[in-house]
């Protein structure tokens, strides 16, 4: 793990860049905080990247709300990355789909798990670096965040990995999801939008009903795919800081 | 409206008694607000009353966290008012269907009709009396909080009562209350618990789908009739800050 630049300055939040062979990320963590910090994953949405404004505005939240870490990298073919072929065809197949008015979901569910086939371990090997560079102080829980795309990724993930032990989903059904979904105990925030013209809702609800959690949250808010309210930001904030824990950062 | 007693014993806020006409009320306030505080009604749940532990607790929270007023009154046929006849005769068969086993869920819906009735036009004289006691400084905006035979009351109360700029609403389904929620068009945080052994899911979420609101937020938790989680509070606490505002009272 390679750290590139570093700037502090905005907010009392320290942002470096990284790159972890050829995953490209970007760390955020408090200014003031040191030793034992908790630890946010954050992956983007489709046709994002590490550095999407969403990803931005809620990275420095939970680092000055939790006195988090927070780190995002780019999925594969997104951001920085290279496209190859396959990930080429993949889009190629989903614009068309969209251009007739093809229904997307089946596709879509198609492209998250050949993404997550590679962003799974990516994310995995990325969190081993993290906790082994002992001057970042990473050494507390580990939490997720993502939407959309996100979740298809995070929730393979989240299945797999035991160091996560509260996560954020949201804005997608159940297509190819639920066996990973049921395999999830830690606490959930799940987030649908209830007019959303991209996700069924009922597909929506049944990837929330299949979490094994015992306790998970759905926030339903009125609206479109991308009305996300800006209030869900301070929910997201209190969920990680009340399973994470706030590190050593002024809250 | 008569105030019988005033304690500022607990954790900076009044707690006042009072009646208006045969409704026993209880008012919550900030010590040290005055002038232009906002007003949380809250209706307690069936078989409860105006001093029930969620009530009080909640109450004090919404004063500390909002600076607000908080009242709250005894249903008819609750907590220290009189049992009439029709309401025994109603609570009667309600016991004699949950002992035999049957759905009870069109009982407790014509239960909380008949109730409205009643409660509809105390709550908004309540409402009148508490605006006319300039002393009180009642004069921001109004939120109501009811779950359960709250809701079944507060969704015909707020569709008629357009000084309510903002609900919290739940755990009850769409019997006999789809005409009502259509009118209300206020924001509105609405609360299900997501394994409600007496409430049926999808009742529940039509009710959310039917509110006329283009703000609305429904938060699902995982667990049975009784178990909303205690982060909810908070998150109750920060909808009615948003929307009521945080009178003059320290936040």
Redesign the interface.
Known sequence: MHFTTADTSSNDVVERDFTLGDIPGVLWSPVSGSGHLPLVLMAHSGGQHKRAPGIVARAHRFVTGCGAAVAAIDAPGHGDRPRSNEFEQQIAGLRQAQQTGAPVSTIVAGLHTWLAAQAVPEWRATLDALRNVPELGIEGRVGFWGIMQGTGIGVPLAAVEPRICAAIFGCLGQESLTDAAEQITVPIEFLLQ?DDELVDRASG?AL??AFG??????????GGHTGV?R?EI??AT?FFA?HLGTGTAPA
Chains 1, 2 share one sequence.
């Open positions: 209830w609800l929330f009903d959690s015992t306790e998970k949250t759905l926030h339903a808010n009125a309210p209030f301070d929910s209190r009340r």
